[in-house]
């Protein structure tokens, strides 16, 4: 199983939709939309900026699933007839909804759909739209917008899955406390600083919470952040006092960070625990602490101590020999996958003992069940754990990165594999994801970069990339590169 299988998985797929060549105009007309009305698995008419009135009307009444990434806007009567169309529609390069009557419609429509909601391109969005939106059951996307006012985040907090909103770079305190009400994981990557107000107003939300923007935290957010009951990702800071350490060290969750803050953390961890082991002695002696004032709360560092013990026993779970039935087991769910065939797999999985279920090899077959079923938040959190728990391991920060792009978080993905790619320099399979990574974002001068680093280190990319749909802004590049 190669980490890059998961972008060229998705090929068949797209074989099966029509797809039209670049035509001279991009308009989409009644003439054109005509000529694909009658697919029976799907139709991607991607290249098109705009479509008329009449052509809207048409497509409206084909049930299948219609891929219009190209338009960036949409006239009223245009979006009233689109929010008539009844199979899956994506329209995730639109910049706007207002609360004009077609377009109101076309987002409840929108919110009907299942599985991910992707609107990467909204950059602006009216109240209405938000209590439409909120309406869907799934992951959705807004990684666009820059703001949010205080209602549509009010509307917001009533939807009932994973929200991105990773464009984010500033919120109001009654915004934070808005979202902070909601349940499901919280992305807000784009946020640059946090105050001690709007980070006590998002510790109170009990989920997930990420904020991979901040480049510095101060003592008070951080002590704010520590009352925080979910996983939280501080993926971004550069930096991190010794003060603020001691205050997230006593976060109860699971805290992400990198480079040097993380060293900061784990001192601040040490000491802690230094300190309690200090407070057991004392009090088993009968001995008083010199400073009452100064005591610890015993509680939280013996909690930390016993978490510090369960981590590393899941770690040991690495160097467990798996039984006979356990590896055939394995063996028929690596051929289910092969078939296509990941409900199967799964069940033979299930199958192995539940206390080695957590064996790296087992977890590798896991995401990949969630990656061939296109259940992107299961498949990040997995390899987000391999990569926490096994970071010798390239596989766990691969995968995870192009969870994150099957989810719609592209800069975030790119930003997650760089720093894969420099803890793991002979990997290319890194480098080529940041190939993708890269065309997707319009960054070609950087994916050439990237691809020379890949080629470098295995001449099989030049063919796989002619052949990757994710890379096709990328092959005039590639044809002129020989």
């Known amino acids: 199983m190669h980490p890059t299988c998961f972008g060229l998985a998705t090929q068949s797929t797209r074989r099966k939709h029509t797809a039209i060549p670049n035509p001279m105009s991009k308009i989409l007309t009644l003439e054109i939309a005509q000529k694909f009305l009658k697919n029976p698995h799907g139709v991607s008419l991607d290249f098109f900026t705009s479509i008329d009135e009449v052509a809207a009307q048409a497509l409206a009444e084909y049930n299948r699933w219609l891929s219009l ?13 689109l929010a008539r169309h009844k199979g899956t529609l994506d329209l995730s390069g639109l910049k706007s909804l207002s609360d004009s009557p077609g377009h109101s419609a076309l987002a409840k429509k929108l919110a009907q759909d299942e599985g991910t909601l992707v609107l990467a391109g909204l950059t602006t969005m009216s109240d209405s739209v938000a209590q439409a939106l909120a309406q869907h059951n799934g992951i959705l996307n807004l990684s666009s917008l820059t703001s949010l006012s ?10 009932d899955g994973d929200l991105v909103l990773s464009g984010l770079t500033s919120l109001s305190e009654a915004a934070a406390q808005a979202l ?4 499901g994981d919280l992305w807000l990557h784009s946020l640059e600083s946090l105050s001690e107000a709007i980070a006590l107003a998002l510790a109170k939300h009990k989920g997930n919470l990420s904020l991979w923007g901040l480049a510095n935290l101060s003592e008070a957010a951080a002590q704010a ?38 060293k900061v953390l784990e001192r601040a961890h040490a000491r802690l625990r230094h300190t309690a082991r200090s407070v057991v002695a004392s009090s088993a002696t009968g001995a008083k602490l010199r400073d009452p004032a100064a005591k610890p709360d015993v509680a939280v560092l013996l909690r930390e101590m016993k978490t510090e013990q369960e981590e590393e026993l899941a770690f040991v779970h690495g160097g467990v020999e798996l039984s006979h039935a356990d590896r055939m087991a394995m063996l028929r769910a690596q051929g289910w996958l092969e078939l296509k065939l990941p409900l199967e797999a799964n069940e033979e999985l299930d199958e192995i003992q539940p206390q080695l279920r957590a064996h790296p090899e087992v977890l590798k077959l896991r995401y990949q069940v969630y990656a061939d079923t296109k259940q ?35 800069r975030d993905a790119k930003e997650h594999s760089l720093n894969v790619a420099e803890r793991f320099p002979k990997d290319w399979s890194v480098r080529y994801n940041l190939i993708i990574y890269c065309t997707q974002l319009q960054e070609l001068d950087a994916a050439k970069e990237w691809f020379k680093a890949a080629v470098e280190l295995n001449e099989r990319v030049k063919r796989m990339a002619l052949g990757d749909f994710d890379l096709e802004p990328f092959w005039q590049a590639l044809i002129d590169a020989g």
């Open 180 to 183: 902070a009400q909601r349940k």
């Open 376 to 410: 992107w938040p299961m498949a990040y959190k997995i390899a987000s754990t391999l990569n926490r728990e096994f970071p010798q391991d390239a596989f766990g920060g691969v995968h995870a990165a192009m969870a994150l792009y099957r989810m719609g978080l592209t």
């Open 225 to 262: 952040l520590a009352q925080h009951k979910g996983a939280l990702s501080l993926y971004g800071l550069k930096s991190l006092s010794d003060a603020a350490a001691l205050a997230l060290a006593q976060h109860e969750g699971e805290i992400s960070l990198n480079g040097q803050a993380k």
């Open 150 to 159: 205080e209602a549509a985040a009010k509307a917001l907090a009533q939807h």
């Open 69 to 81: 990434t190209g338009l960036t806007s949409l006239s009223d009567a245009a979006a009233q007839a």
